[in-house]
Structure formats: structure tokens, C-alpha cells
């Protein structure tokens, strides 16, 4: 079992910075792929990073390319979301999620460990 735990949300104004950070703890972190996801009120989870267990692959959703960037510490069961140029469309629940090695990653379903989010509200 894999708990996963955010923070770093809160409420910022259009064009600033938030950076969410998601820990995990229980078994072993290695070996997981971990992703970002993000919900708005009456709209369906979406993808939006997610990183390799060996920080060689990223992927994001095109809506924050060139802005946000995701990283992870193995040392420290870590997992960062670097969110810039925020946008009031950014607002959102963020969760991480953890899942193992291989297969697609792009969907909620195939991770299966969540955070309980975080809220990002970014004002215009």
C-alpha cells in the first residue's frame, strides 16, 4: 500500500507560481511512475504530468507545456509539480497518483494509489 499526501495549493493570482509537492510513504516508491492530475467542479479528472521512476521520461498534458514541469527525489518518496504563468482555467483539485512500471499513463485508471488533492485557485 502506497499513502500519498499533497500540499502546496492555495490561491494565486493570474501569471504567478504555485509549487505542489505530493510524498509518499508505506511500501517501497520504487519502481512507481507518478502523475499529476486535476479536476474542476463538474468536469472529469484530467491528465496533466506524470514522470518515470528513473526521471528520464516526462509527459504532459498540451494545456501546460512550457509551464509546468514536473520532478521527483527517490530519496526523499518525493514528487514536485513547478506550475507557472498560471491561468484562471488552472483552477482545479490537483491529485497525485502513483502507478507501477509500464503501460499506458495517461489515464486516472491506471494508477492505483491517489493523494486526497490539493485546491488551486488562480484569479483573474
Known amino acids: 500500500q502506497v499513502q500519498l499526501v499533497e500540499s502546496g495549493g492555495g490561491l494565486v493570482l493570474s501569471g504567478g507560481s504555485l509549487r505542489l509537492s505530493c510524498v509518499a510513504s508505506?511500501?517501497?516508491?520504487?519502481?512507481?511512475?507518478m502523475g499529476w492530475f486535476r479536476q474542476a467542479p463538474g468536469k472529469e479528472r484530467e491528465f496533466v504530468a506524470r514522470?518515470?521512476?528513473?526521471?528520464?521520461?516526462?509527459n504532459y498534458v498540451d494545456s501546460v507545456k512550457g509551464r509546468f514541469t514536473i520532478s521527483r527525489d527517490n530519496a526523499k518518496n518525493t514528487v514536485y509539480l513547478q506550475m507557472n504563468s498560471l491561468k484562471p482555467e488552472d483552477t482545479a483539485v490537483y491529485y497525485c497518483?502513483?502507478?507501477?512500471?509500464?503501460?499506458?499513463?495517461?489515464?486516472?485508471?491506471?494508477?492505483?494509489?491517489w493523494g486526497q488533492g490539493t485546491q488551486v485557485t488562480v484569479s483573474s
Open positions: 497518483a502513483a502507478k507501477p512500471f509500464g503501460g499506458t499513463w495517461n489515464r486516472a485508471g491506471d494508477y492505483d494509489y
Open positions: 508505506g511500501r517501497t516508491f520504487s519502481g512507481y511512475s
Open positions: 514522470i518515470s521512476w528513473s526521471n528520464e521520461n516526462t
